[in-house]
Structures are given as C-alpha cells and as structure tokens.
C-alpha cells in the first residue's frame, strides 16, 4: 500500500498568511493526487485534483503543486472560512489511500 | 442537482449485520463508478471500497480491512449504491459516506461529489 504522511498535522496561522501543507507519497504516485478540505461537521469536499487543477468554484487562493513523491497544498491568503482539516488522496493504485490530515486553525 | 442521500447507519452489536444505501440523483447513475469512504470518530478517512460500472462488468475493490466482510454493489435501475456489511467489529463504527467519481483525469478516478454520511455504529 502507498502511504502517505501529511505535515504539519496542525497549523495555526493568522489570516492573509501563506500557509503550506506538504504530503509525502511512500513511493511515486505520478501526480494522481488530491486534496480535499473537511469543515467540521461536514463532508469532505475536493478541491484539487490531478495535484494542481483546482476544481469547480474553489476559490484561487487555493493551489497544488508537486510531483514524484512530494506534493504541496498552499494557501496564499488565508481566510476565516479555511478553518478546517486538509487531506491528501492518492489514486494512483489500489487501494486509494488518505494522509492523517492537517488541521488549520485561525490565530 | 447532484445529491447522494446514505441512509441505514445505526446501532449494531459486534458480529451483526447492516446494509447501507446511497439514492443518487442529478446525474446519470449508471455511468460512473462509486465508491464508499468512512471515517471513525476523531479519526482520519479511510476508502472502504468501490463498485465499477456496467461496462467494467460492475468490478470492485475493496480495503483489506473490510474485505471479505463488506460487499459494494449497486442498482442501477434504482439509481442506488448499498453497502452490506457482516461481521461487524467495533472498529467499524464510523461515519460512512457516498462518494461518486464523475471526474477521470489521466486514468485516475476523482472522488467529486460526496453525501452527507450516516453513522453506524458497533457496541454492545
């Protein structure tokens, strides 16, 4: 199985800060990677795919880079409403394996 | 609209069974392969399993951890995907969503559209 490490597992940071969330595949995954954010209470929700294609109606402040076996979220101005838990998803074979999370929070 | 509605989570012992269900309406049912992803209480997520459509012959996959216990499929017919689930163990109880893969980029499958979740859980 491809495991994947998520660091930091959780971050404080005021807003308008830049904020990096970085996911360490086990081995390559060929960027068939995603990243999806988790509001508590709520379901998951993806918000890029394919490392770096933002999906439908996430705003751009979000964005994904990365390739081999390292992959990075950022989030250039971080606002009150991005107080939630990020998580990285491989799909590069089975089975389909999530990183541990990070959880953002808002100084 | 796109909606996935699970339903059929609640309290089981531990060895029972239950069956979940997912109605998905918005889009066209059949088409797309889905999938089943849990998450325990506090806990991270965790793909539970994933059921093919009719031209991949309705194919799955599943978690080592629910394999051989958990069976996905689904009726199209109805526009539902189910989740049996036998053997129940306490490390069960979780929520379990609905996830539907609308979207394939370079062969692999994006989990973009999710339900609500129902809660199962697993005590005597």
């Known amino acids: 199985d491809i495991q994947l490490t998520q660091s930091p597992s959780f971050l404080s940071a005021s807003v308008g800060d830049r904020v990096t969330i970085i996911c360490r595949a086990s081995r390559g995954i060929s960027r068939s990677l995603a990243w999806f954010q988790q509001r508590p209470g709520e379901a998951p929700k993806l918000l890029i795919y394919g490392t770096s294609t933002l999906q439908s109606g996430v705003p751009s402040r979000f964005s994904g880079s990365g390739s081999g076996t390292e992959y990075t979220l950022t989030i250039s101005r971080l606002q009150p409403e991005d107080c939630a838990t990020y998580y990285c998803q491989q799909l590069y074979n089975y089975p389909v394996t999530f990183g541990g999370g990070t959880k953002v929070e808002i100084k | 609209e796109v909606q ?26 059949s088409d797309h392969y889905m999938d089943w992803v849990r998450q325990a209480p ?60 609308t979207l394939i980029v370079d062969g692999a499958f994006y989990m973009d559209v999710w339900g609500k979740g129902t809660t199962v859980t697993v005590s005597s």
């Open chain 2, 4 to 29: 996935l509605v699970e339903s059929g989570g609640g309290l089981v012992q531990p060895g029972g069974s239950l069956t979940l269900s997912c109605a998905v309406s918005g889009f066209t049912f």
């Open chain 2, 42 to 101: 506090g806990k991270g997520l965790e793909w539970v399993g994933r059921t093919r459509n009719k031209t991949k012959s309705y194919t799955t996959e599943y978690a080592a951890s629910v394999r051989g216990r958990f069976v996905v499929s689904r009726d199209d017919s109805r526009s539902s995907l189910y989740l049996q689930m036998s053997s129940l163990r306490t490390e069960d109880t979780a929520i379990y969503y609905c996830t539907a893969i």
